[in-house]
Nanobody, 128 residues
Framework: QVQLVESGGGLVQAGGSLRVSCAAS????????????MGWFRQAPGKEREFVAA????????NYADSVKGRFTISRDNAKNTVYLQMNSLKPEDTAVYYC?????????????????WGQGTQVTVSS
């Protein structure tokens, strides 16, 4: 089983920055460490969960939603089993619960149902 724990959410003013983290653990995760793709999704009240960014756990490559390109950066620290989402130039419309997710291959899926494991989410609120 894989466990994902997000942290780092909070309240920030528009134009500010925030970094959220996702720590991954579990025997299954360690066994398939080189295969996983990690993704960030977000869900605002009354809206569906939407793709934000994804990164291959081993090797290079990442993918972003158009709405965050140039402002958000996804990265990983393999030694710490942790993936990060650096969010700059935040806007009120970025306000949402941010979720970390993992899938067991190297495909950058943007569809939530195609991810196998999820964290509990962390709230990000951007004030205007």
């Amino acid at each position: 089983q894989v466990q994902l724990v997000e942290s780092g959410g909070g309240l920030v003013q528009a134009g500010g920055s925030l970094r959220v983290s996702c720590a991954a653990s579990g025997r299954t995760f360690s066994s398939y460490f080189g295969s996983y793709t990690m993704g960030w999704f977000r869900q605002a009240p009354g809206k569906e969960r939407e793709f934000v960014a994804a990164i291959r756990w081993s090797g290079r490559g990442s993918n972003y939603a158009d709405s965050v390109k140039g402002r958000f950066t996804i990265s990983r620290d393999n030694a710490k089993n942790t993936v990060y989402l650096q969010m700059n130039s935040l806007k009120p419309e970025d306000t949402a619960v941010y979720y970390c997710a993992a899938r067991g291959d190297s495909y950058y899926s943007t569809i939530p149902s195609e991810y196998d494991y999820w964290g509990q989410g962390t709230q990000v609120t951007v004030s205007s």
